[in-house]
């Protein structure tokens, strides 16, 4: 295992995310204990000892997966990340409840990283408001000793992140960014780096395979990569890329299955940055794959919770990415077959709840209807 150096710590360069846990018959609030504990297991008998999870990742049980997988170690011998749920506006005035209540359900005395989770445009007012007093209290348990250090994830513009960071940087000891070589231009990811880098601010990154999405590539994007370095998999392009940035300090991978974790944990044994031709090549191929106006979700399901209609939004939105890809409508058309009419993208009501609380700001409503018209479309 790679380590990093951060102040006086050595993280492992691959840390374990705890949002995409497996889960049972695909029902995300249900863990599967069992198997989590093992991928767990795994990555910490591998030498990964950072470990992230957060208040709402698969309704609570990610917290308590994580209790039962580590309570049988060292408390000193991994290091555990936990957040701030501000992407919900009704969290704000409940910072010291929630803190109790994450202390408890991870079984533990202190956390190692804490965020503030998704700074982002809907919630930064919030966040800099003295009235709830977020910082505040997170300041006193640093101070206390129950939380040693403080940092910060955002899925903000650049805009945004420079705000925050005029206003609460002296205090932000490190950046979580949704960061790959598709963000690197499609989410301005190259322009938060380099912020990030000039005020001496550690990048954590967060989506660096973009929720599967850059496991399996087009056919003519694997062999331009493969032509360059025969030996790596898609999934070893995706981290030697992050291995390339300069700033990246911790990568956290959302593993759920254990062929994942061996194969995460395998690469990550090496250091093998990208030269400037294979940096240029593996960018190119990023900016190429959402070209065609396919939405770039990340899956990570807070959409779902504040859909009126109970709609599968991230789910919806890969079928209408590989509708959009293929042209054609194959599998989307199987796929949403077999849903109730009242689950499919015709059905959403365009509220907009799912936006409120998207991190990207996603127009998923309108995508939906787009979807809609596209397979009524197919079915001349």
Known sequence: MIYRD?????????????????????????????????????????GVNYFDTAYPYHGGNSEKAVRRALSKYPRESYYLADKFPGYDLSYMPKVR????????????????FYLLH?????????????????LDYLLEQKKSGRIRHLGFSCHGALPVLKRFLDAYGEHMEFCQIQFNYVDWSLQHADEKVALLNERGIPVWVMEPVRGGRLVS??????????????????????????????????????????????????????????????????????????????LPCTSCHYCVSHCPMGLDIPHLISLYNEFSYSGRGFIVSMNIGVLPEDKRPSACIGCHSCVAVCPQQLPIPETFAKFAEGLARKKK
Not at 97 to 112: S, T
């Open 6 to 46: 951060f102040q006086d710590l050595k993280l492992s360069g691959l840390g374990m995310g705890c949002m995409r846990l497996p889960v049972i018959d695909g029902h995300d609030s249900e863990v599967d204990f069992d198997e989590a504990e093992r991928i767990m297991d795994y990555a910490y008998e591998h």
């Open 97 to 112: 409840e929630i803190f109790e209540e994450q202390l408890e359900r991870c079984g533990v005395d202190y956390f190692d």
């Open 118 to 134: 998704n700074v982002c445009e809907l919630n930064i007012d919030a966040y800099l408001d003295p009235q709830y007093g977020i």
């Open 217 to 294: 590539l087009p056919e003519s994007a694997e062999a331009k990569l493969h032509a360059l370095r025969p030996e790596e998999s898609t999934v070893a392009w995706a981290f030697r890329f992050l291995q390339s940035v300069k700033g990246v300090t911790m990568v956290l991978s959302g593993m759920s299955t254990m062929d994942q974790v061996i194969d995460n944990t395998a690469i990550w044994a090496e250091d093998k940055p990208l030269n400037d031709e294979e940096f240029k090549a593996v960018t190119d191929v990023g900016h190429s794959l959402f070209a065609n106006g396919a």
